[in-house]
């Protein structure tokens, strides 16, 4: 395909231009995407404010995103033109002892789309055919967008394999805490409850179904897991705030002998009680990312009305409003869950 389009550049922190340049040709094991519809995340958000370690300006952004391919390599197979499709955004090395066994999500050379490689925060956008996943036709485009956050609550979810049958517990209720309380939820676990100091997004978390809220400035976690599960408490406990005083109320109040997962990305070097996470014999474990099979599976919870997207989706920019997207997060911190970029509303 032949013609200009319009591509997104963060030149520095705060500061967001657009220029116009060639549609990409493909190689032959690539497809050429409509890009649709792109989320915000946190990680975005560092960037925007200059604070993420592993970015370098000017960059394109844009990793959360859905599609449709317009144009298909000769190579090829499995793929047609109209198919509406999503886009793992890790490029990776493939040599490497994490990528040769298949976790390729802890490759050692790992770079990520919008933040170390440029991503997908233009009109079109050209990617090797194995980093593209179908979506369902009847799947909106703003919900494909959301797959990717998605696919990092799944992926936490099943770092310990099967949690059927278990009583789950969340600390934070943001976009990514949410999803893991409704992954959790649809991947069987017996209870789950959901614990943060904002009552808007409790209440957004209670609307989606997670079974049991507190507010962890009026209910100490331990006392919030003797209400929802009984005096054995949780089995697991996800930290999906990521600090000191989530953390440390993870390992002060966990039942001896289970297992906290570190969900969030930490924003510093940590200060915890490590005595008495030894003392208890808690297991502290790590997620992520995610690999193909967690966006599969996501897609599929969402297919079987086990996820609900639509409640999270707070507002919709258009392409060229990209930086007034945010301003809005910065001015409504409490209740911007994910914002959409609309790539194709280019007013």
């Known amino acids: ?50 604070k993420h ?8 952004q844009g990793h959360e995103v859905s599609g449709d391919i317009v144009e298909i390599g000769s190579a090829v197979t499995g793929f047609q033109i109209g198919d509406k499709v999503t886009i793992e955004p890790q490029v990776v090395c ?15 050379e790992l770079k ?18 194995e980093k593209v996943t179908k979506l369902p036709p009847e799947m909106s485009f703003e919900e494909g967008a959301m797959i990717e956050p998605l696919a990092v609550a799944v992926h936490a979810v099943k770092r310990l394999g099967d949690i059927k049958g ?17 992954a959790a939820k649809a991947m069987g676990a017996a209870g789950v ?82 005595a008495v996470l030894n003392d208890h014999e808690l297991d502290l474990n790590t997620t992520m990312m ?4 967690d966006y599969v599976d996501a897609i599929r919870i969402v297919n079987e009305k086990k996820i609900l997207l639509a409640p999270l989706m707070s507002r919709k920019f258009p392409f060229r409003e990209y930086l007034d997207a945010y301003k809005f997060i910065d001015s409504n911190r409490e209740t911007s869950m994910k914002i959409l970029i609309d790539v194709q509303d280019q007013q």
Request: charged content about 20%; proline content about 4%; hydrophobic content about 40%.
């Open 112 to 129: 990520v789309m919008g933040f170390q490689t440029t991503g997908t925060a233009s009109t079109y956008f050209a990617v090797p055919q």
């Open 94 to 108: 493939g040599r490497c002892y994490p990528c040769r066994h298949g976790k390729y999500n802890l490759c050692e």
């Open 53 to 60: 370690p592993f970015t370098r300006y000017p960059i394109t």
């Open 1 to 50: 395909m032949e013609g200009k389009m319009l591509q997104q550049v963060m030149t520095a922190p705060g500061e967001i231009s657009f220029r116009e340049i060639d549609i990409p040709s493909i190689a032959n094991d690539e497809v050429l995407i409509r890009i649709r519809m792109i989320g915000i995340c946190g990680s975005d958000i560092h960037v925007y404010h200059g």
């Open 290 to 293: 995610y690999r193909h099979e």
């Open 166 to 182: 278990l009583n789950i517990a969340v600390i934070g209720a943001g976009p990514i805490g949410n999803l893991v309380a409704q």
């Open 193 to 274: 409850l959901i614990t943060d100091i904002s009552e808007y997004r409790l209440k957004l978390a209670k609307d989606c179904g997670i079974d049991c809220i507190s507010r962890s400035d009026k209910e100490n976690l331990g006392d919030a897991m003797i209400r929802a599960f009984g005096p054995d408490k949780a089995d697991i406990i996800y930290d999906c705030a990521g600090n000191d005083t989530t953390m440390g109320q993870a390992i002060r109040y966990a039942r001896k002998g289970s297992t906290i997962i570190l969900v969030a990305v930490y924003s510093g070097m940590a200060n915890v009680d490590l």
